[in-house]
């Protein structure tokens, strides 16, 4: 990936990159990342010399067809973990076993706290247990990372990418030692992600919003639901009212 379409990336889009020296040589860590676009996972493992390996959701592994095949075989040649969403708590667990696994072969472990892509551009409240659970099981430093105009490439839709320039910011690791072996403490679980929450802010400069992105998402999908139901409501009552209009000059029986 790195020496073909991490090449390509590079050459075509020139990402900027702030805080390379918070990425240790060796060892593990977990990246900590706003997530704004599907090119994210691309992205920050092409301006690193390590690999990192992210979880992905299961739905790339099992799509049919040619597209679905090749889509399985690029994330697997990657080395991205397929993990089922479609049980938030076994989703959860999947995610939470596969990041201290990464960890433990001294890898790059790369997540994103939102737990799905924002649907406007604004950072979303971090979802507790996932990252936190496995900062404190593997011990390993949790780097904070802002992706900056991922989302202006390629919106959700469009289908050829905007050729310009992403920033990537990497912030300085975090060290959470001092809650050690408080992996069962809710409020230290918030706490933690909420402290990284924080750190990507700064460093991405988004509004910040207190409410998970999947409610957010769920509210949008409501509103446009809503405002599709009125819309054919308005073209109804047009229709009916055009119907009901008196017969002009000529028309008469």
């Known amino acids: 990936m ?11 889009f020139r990402p900027w990159v702030e805080g390379l020296e918070n990425v240790p040589a060796e060892g593990p ?32 592994f099992t799509t049919p067809g040619v597209k679905g095949r090749l889509t399985a075989a690029f994330f697997k040649g990657v080395g991205q973990l397929p993990v089922d969403r479609s049980g938030a708590r076994g989703a959860g667990e999947a995610a939470i076993r596969s ?9 790059l472990f790369g997540i994103y706290p939102e737990g799905t892509r924002s649907p406007d551009g604004r950072l979303y409240r971090g979802k507790p247990g996932g990252l936190a659970r496995v900062a404190l099981a593997t011990g390993a430093p949790v780097i904070p990372v802002a992706m900056i105009d991922t989302e202006k490439i390629q919106p959700p839709g469009k289908i050829v990418p905007k050729l310009m320039r992403p920033g990537i910011r990497i912030g300085r690791p975090l060290d959470f030692s001092r809650y050690q072996g408080m992996e069962g403490d809710r409020f230290v679980l ?26 957010a998402k769920r509210q949008i ?11 054919a409501k308005a073209a109804r009552a047009a229709k009916a009212g055009g119907s009901d209009a008196p017969d002009g000059p000529g028309k008469a029986a």
């Open 99 to 107: 990041g201290i696994q990464v960890l433990e072969r001294g890898e």
């Open 190 to 215: 918030r706490s933690i992600t909420d402290e990284v929450m924080y750190e990507i802010m700064k460093l991405s400069g988004q509004e910040y919003v207190d409410m998970y992105a999947t409610a």
């Open 221 to 231: 999908a409501e509103r446009e639901k809503a405002a599709r139901a009125e819309r």
């Open 29 to 60: 860590a977990i990246l900590a990342s706003n997530h704004l676009s599907f090119s994210d996972s691309f992205f920050l493992p092409a301006v690193l010399d390590r690999k990192v390996t992210f979880i992905a959701k299961a739905e790339y």
């Open 2 to 12: 790195k020496l073909s379409l991490g090449n390509g990336l590079k050459l075509a």
